[in-house]
Structure formats: structure tokens, C-alpha cells
């Protein structure tokens, strides 16, 4: 299983808000490592979507936002549309394993 | 723009080895690392390894360490993956990205190549 915990699945109706968990330990999120976020759409190679907990590249809509607090984060996205469906995984550095290391990744349903 | 164009399919033996390429362009090849990342069908990303492409200094994921090798041709900005005594389990996507130097983090993809291993 993956170092870092994602739940596999969540979904929405269109506009409204969810939120993806990430929780890891205290040689990964917890020891201070920044966590990111991807965005895989269907077919595709994963894009940054967050980086350093809560920023946005260029390009992001503002309706994505992290956070990270004690040894989780969490992605949240707002006003779900249906072009969000993708896979969304996180993705910190670990000192134990001392390696990069992803959640299992979550698949959002847009209904 | 920033341009990470890797080679093509691949289909391997067990046993053989695969090298996959990653040209990179749009930006100064030096100032960035480069991460191999794989996906395996219907499953998650899984970190292999990161380059250094200043230095050569490289860091391998210790499930890989021995059997995988990482390296750069600053010459052509590409850089090399190279995975040995593959078994079907290695059947994925690989990617590369270029990672943002003192960050852990790939702000650009490669379109990924498939490796399929099959006898």
C-alpha cells in the first residue's frame, strides 16, 4: 500500500464542494515536507495542480485549494464541474525511505 | 514553452532490459532535476528515481536500487532511464518530469512512454 493515504474514491454534484484527504507520518508530511498535488485526467499524464500545500500555478483555477496540517493535507475543490472528473493524488518526500513518495491516488465522480 | 517529449512504446522480454528517453526543451536543462515516475495499469504513481542534471548525482528508490540506472546527455537535454531484468510486473507508463531544484515537487510531464513486458 501507499505511504501516503488517499480515499480511493469521492464524488459531488455539479457546483458544489469536496475535499481529498491525504494523511502520512511524522518521517513524511509530519516531519515539515511540503505536499503536492496532481491531477490525472483520463488518458493523460499527470499535471501540477498544488504545490507547496496551498499554491496554484499559473493556470489553476482558484476554485482548487490546499492545506496541510500535523501530518495530513487536503485538497478542495469548489463549484465541481464536470471537466474535474480525474484522478488526483499527493505526493510528499519521505526522510525514512528517503524517496519521493504518492498517495494511491482518489477518482472523482462528478454526478 | 517547457517540452518533456519521450521516446515510444516499448515491448520487452522478461529478463531484457528498457531505456527511455526524455528530451527536454523550453527551458535551461541544467537548472532543473529529473524525476522517472511509472504507473502501472489502473494503478497509482510510483517514484523510481531523480537526476541531478548539473551534477549527476542521482537517488533511486530502494526497490530499484540495482537494477535501474538514471543518466543525462546535456549535449541533446535528454536524459535516460534504463531499467533492467524486467519482469511483467514492471508493465507500466513511465514518465519523466522535471523537478523544480530544492523542491520535491514535477512541475512538467513527460506524455509518458508504455513498457509492456510479455513473453
Known amino acids: 500500500q501507499s505511504v501516503l493515504t488517499q480515499p480511493p474514491s469521492v464524488s459531488g454534484a455539479p457546483g458544489l464542494r469536496i475535499t481529498i484527504s491525504c494523511t502520512g507520518s511524522?518521517?513524511?508530511?509530519?516531519?515539515?515536507?511540503?505536499v503536492h498535488w496532481y491531477q490525472q485526467l483520463p488518458g493523460t499524464a499527470p499535471k501540477l495542480l498544488i504545490y507547496?500545500?496551498?499554491n496554484r500555478p499559473s493556470g489553476v483555477p482558484d476554485r482548487f485549494s490546499g492545506s496541510k496540517s500535523g501530518t495530513s493535507a487536503s485538497l478542495a475543490i469548489t463549484g465541481l464541474q464536470a471537466e474535474d472528473e480525474a484522478d488526483y493524488y499527493c505526493q510528499s518526500y519521505d526522510s525514512r525511505l528517503e524517496g519521493w513518495v504518492f498517495g494511491g491516488g482518489t477518482k472523482l465522480a462528478v454526478l | 514553452q517547457v517540452q518533456l517529449v519521450q521516446s515510444g512504446t516499448e515491448v520487452k522480454k522478461p529478463g531484457a532490459s528498457v531505456t527511455v528517453s526524455c528530451k527536454a526543451s523550453?527551458?535551461?536543462?541544467?537548472?532543473?532535476?529529473i524525476n522517472w515516475v511509472r504507473q502501472a495499469p489502473g494503478q497509482g504513481l510510483e517514484w523510481l528515481g531523480w537526476?541531478?542534471?548539473?551534477?549527476?548525482?542521482?537517488n533511486y528508490a530502494q526497490m530499484f536500487q540495482g537494477r535501474v540506472t538514471m543518466t543525462t546527455d546535456t549535449s541533446t537535454t535528454t536524459a535516460y532511464m534504463e531499467l533492467r531484468s524486467l519482469t511483467s510486473d514492471d508493465t507500466a507508463v513511465y514518465y519523466c518530469?522535471?523537478?523544480?531544484?530544492?523542491?520535491?515537487?514535477?512541475?512538467?510531464w513527460g506524455q509518458g512512454t508504455l513498457v509492456t513486458v510479455s513473453s
Open positions: 518530469g522535471r523537478v523544480v531544484t530544492g523542491y520535491y515537487r514535477m512541475d512538467y
Open positions: 537526476m541531478s542534471t548539473s551534477n549527476g548525482k542521482t
Open positions: 511524522s518521517s513524511n508530511i509530519g516531519a515539515g515536507y511540503d
Open positions: 523550453g527551458y535551461t536543462f541544467g537548472t532543473y532535476g
Open positions: 507547496g500545500n496551498k
